[in-house]
């Protein structure tokens, strides 16, 4: 007897897994893929490996035939990204939108715990409406383990949230745990929805408004990566997981350097000006330092005074961390200090030295500060640093003043190799402020005193706001000339990379929160 009829059988049970092909349409009329396009556009071709299939959820009797769809709205598996295994679980909005039910839930979870068990990334693709009415409580029940699992997984294997349609309800926090999430202009998310926001506090409010894709980048900082569509945003998430591990006890990825480890960058001396009131954009010295100007940068358009990204020296992978003096003077704000300390944290995870380029007037004063709590969330900084036991190193660029220069990868909190350029001014405060405290009445009393206010702000100026009282005392290890400074990083990097370094033991530490 042939095995025809059973192959037959399987074939045409998977045949139902998806959604029907006007379910398909809809999906397409959204401007959205459809769940298993994203995961063929996601993947080196070829090479996904599909489980759970044939998973049939429990509550087919509430639905009136209409759940009769193996998969149960959520298709999960294995794959190659750039030549490395990751696990996916990617909803099927043409199912019972993308709900989650007990069933579904359980998919994810055990996809959730491979990745883990294996050492290999897990992507979430979200596009669901929620908790799947229908299944009460066994849905909520399933989201709880996904949280967990989440929070397990945390700083052990790297864990993407895409979010390609809607994320409602209790659905934002499994991407809230994960280590980044990326949104399109085309998706939201959101605690509580419109119809919900109108009846509680009587205002109109829109999807995009609330949660969408660009407020959640650019004003909450849910989200670190924003794209266009989800072509663009899948081919985003293949860009960032060639910088990271594949779990905590993996390097990061080397790749043959094409760049030269000793090439001199004369236009570092023009981009940033000596005058340290004059703005410039950081990016451009990060790029002219990075591996062939290759840089990607995370939570581009929320917190602009400070940069943050991934790049490559002489071929190993650096997490770039930098004030950018275009944007609030690059000064040091709450959001700026919880922008930080995440990074910070995940290169810390996961094995990727750090550079730090500072240029930082100090943290920005007022009232919203203090009230918001730039207290804790400065001290969060710190903690950041100070746990951080990767490689850290550090050029100061022109501004390095109070307390500022201590959060900031300084000596004092462990910085392994800290350089400044030669304009640099490293101080409590700078000369104006520092005159307008200490001289007050000296000026006052002056015959002019607008002549003695001068004098006073050169003397400091010569004394205090320059790099060699640093350098005097070793708190910085070098002063270096601009150019040099791609060539001194490369080495510094590569000295470092064989660095060991543990914490006392303790259950946890209790970083400010
Ligand atoms: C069951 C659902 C569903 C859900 C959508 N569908 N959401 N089925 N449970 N939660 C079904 C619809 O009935 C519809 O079926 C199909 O999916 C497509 O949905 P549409 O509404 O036609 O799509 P669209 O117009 O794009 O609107 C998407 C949406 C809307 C905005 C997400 O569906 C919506 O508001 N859904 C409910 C969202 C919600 O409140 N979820 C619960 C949140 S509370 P047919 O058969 O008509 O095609 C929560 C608690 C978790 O999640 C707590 C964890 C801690």
């Known amino acids: 007897m042939s095995n025809e009829p059973f192959i037959e059988d399987l074939r045409k049970r998977k045949a139902i897994a998806a959604g029907s092909q006007k379910d398909i349409d809809t999906q397409h009329k959204k401007k959205r893929l459809t769940a298993q396009e994203r995961i063929d556009l996601l993947f080196d071709p070829g090479t996904f490996n599909e489980l759970d299939t044939l998973v049939m959820p429990r ?92 929070c397990e997984a945390s700083g052990v294997i790297p864990q993407l949230s895409l979010i390609l349609g809607p994320c409602a309800g209790g659905a934002v ?17 959101f605690i509580t929805g419109p119809e919900v926001v109108k009846a509680v506090m009587q205002e109109e409010v829109s999807f995009e408004d609330l949660g969408g894709g660009s407020t959640h980048s650019s004003e909450s900082g849910v989200s670190h990566f924003l794209s266009k569509d989800d072509k663009e945003c899948l081919m985003k998430t293949r860009e960032l997981l060639s910088y990271l591990p594949s779990n ?31 703005p410039y954009d950081v990016r451009k010295v990060i790029t002219s330092i990075l591996d062939d100007g290759q840089f990607l940068e995370i939570h581009q358009l929320w917190a602009q005074n400070l940069v943050v990204g991934y790049g490559r020296l002489n071929g190993y992978v650096v997490g770039i961390l930098a004030n950018q003096p275009m944007v609030l003077a690059g000064t040091l704000d709450i959001k700026a200090s919880i922008k930080a300390t995440h990074f910070i944290r995940i290169c810390d995870a996961y094995n990727i030295p750090l550079i730090t380029l500072q240029d930082v007037p100090g943290f920005l004063p007022g009232k919203d500060q203090e009230w918001g709590a730039i207290i804790r969330n400065g001290a969060r900084l710190i903690y950041a640093y100070s746990e ?99 060539r001194i990083l490369i080495k510094s990097l590569e000295v470092t990379l064989s660095k060991r370094e543990k914490h006392v033991p303790k259950k946890h530490g209790i970083s400010p929160m």
């Open 388 to 486: 951080a036991t990767i490689p850290k190193m550090m050029i100061i660029l022109r501004k390095s003043y109070g307390g500022a220069y201590c959060v900031m990868s300084s000596k004092g909190l462990r910085g392994d190799l800290l350089y400044a350029w030669p304009n640099a001014e490293i101080a409590v405060m700078g000369a104006e402020g520092a005159v307008n405290i200490l001289f007050r009445n000296d000026v006052a009393k002056a015959e002019d005193p607008a002549a003695r206010r001068k004098e006073l702000v050169d003397d400091y100026q010569r004394k205090f706001n320059n790099p060699y009282v640093a350098a005097s005392r070793g708190l910085i290890d070098n002063v270096i000339e601009p150019k040099d400074t791609r």
């Open 248 to 278: 905590n006890q993996d390097d990061p990825p080397y790749v043959k350097p094409t760049d030269d480890p000793e090439r001199r960058c004369p236009e570092l001396d023009e981009i940033v000006p000596v005058d340290p009131m004059k």
């Open 173 to 189: 926090y499994s991407p809230g745990l994960t280590d980044f999430i990326f949104m399109t202009e085309n998706s939201y998310m």
């Open 59 to 150: 509550y087919e009797e509430y639905m009136g035939g209409k759940s009769s769809r193996y998969g149960d709205g959520v298709i999960t598996g294995f794959g190659l990204v750039n030549g490395r295994y990751v696990f996916v679980a990617a909803q099927d909005a043409t199912v019972m939108g993308g709900s989650l039910g007990e069933m579904h839930a359980k998919k994810i979870v055990k996809v959730m715990r491979m990745a883990l068990q294996y050492g290999c990334p897990f992507i979430a693709i979200n596009d669901s409406g929620g908790a799947r009415i229908q299944e009460g409580v066994d849905s909520l029940g399933g989201y709880a383990s996904i949280f967990d699992a989440n």
